[in-house]
């Protein structure tokens, strides 16, 4: 049986008019209904696979809850932090732990909890050491880079580490970098 009637539609796919034969043609050829079809499976499959992930996702919390003991791995996952921050946590023994091992490092899920009970002090004092002054030294008084290295047969690099080391302070004036003879034959 065909049909005689004609009726102006708008495909559902690529939004255009047409002229369908019924009155519950949703697509303006063939080509268009595979490719909607195609899009309707594509979309169910990344709807099953995103339903997948929220379910792994939201399962480890799940297992924390009931546990008395968390690894410092539990802990992030539990918190939504990273493991480096808690083990700055642990750091600055805000945290109470036991290290079982080397590797292995416990953490009681009551001290987690009191971590948020207890207040945070509003201000933390901080003991700055107090910073030497600075004697103004003559070129005179001081042995350039190149002649420590010349003088005691010594690298660049090392000459540099140990001055860093001994915190022994350098001064630059003009393209040369000047050390004190006193700090240097204190050295050597």
């Known amino acids: 049986m065909s049909s005689n009637i004609k009726v102006e539609r708008i495909c559902q796919f690529c939004t255009s008019v047409f002229i369908a034969k019924t009155t519950v043609t949703k697509y303006c050829s063939h080509t268009c209904a595979s490719r909607?079809?195609?899009?309707?499976?594509k979309d169910q499959k990344i709807?099953?696979?995103n339903a997948e992930i929220t379910k792994l996702k939201t399962k480890?919390?799940?297992?924390?809850?009931?546990?008395e003991f968390l690894s410092v791995k539990?802990?992030?996952?539990?918190?939504?932090?990273?493991?480096?921050?808690?083990?700055?946590i642990l750091e600055r023994d805000k945290i109470n732990f036991h290290k079982l091992s080397e590797r292995k490092t416990l953490i009681r899920r009551s001290d987690i909890d009191a971590l948020f009970e207890k207040p945070e002090p509003a201000y933390e004092i901080v003991i700055r050491?107090?910073?030497?002054?600075?004697?103004?030294?003559?070129?005179?008084?001081c042995y350039s880079?190149?002649?420590i290295q010349q003088k005691f047969n010594i690298s660049n690099g090392a000459l540099y580490n140990l001055l860093k080391k001994m915190g022994i302070d350098k001064f630059s004036e003009g393209k040369f970098t000047y050390v004190a003879k006193k700090d240097i034959e204190a050295l050597f």
Do not use: F, M
């Open 60 to 67: 480890p919390l799940g297992n924390l809850i009931g546990k």
């Open 36 to 41: 909607a079809s195609k899009k309707r499976l």
């Open 74 to 88: 539990e802990v992030a996952l539990l918190l939504g932090a990273s493991s480096k921050t808690i083990y700055r």
């Open 47 to 49: 709807e099953t696979s």
């Open 129 to 141: 050491p107090v910073e030497k002054k600075k004697v103004a030294l003559k070129v005179e008084d």
């Open 145 to 147: 880079i190149g002649e």
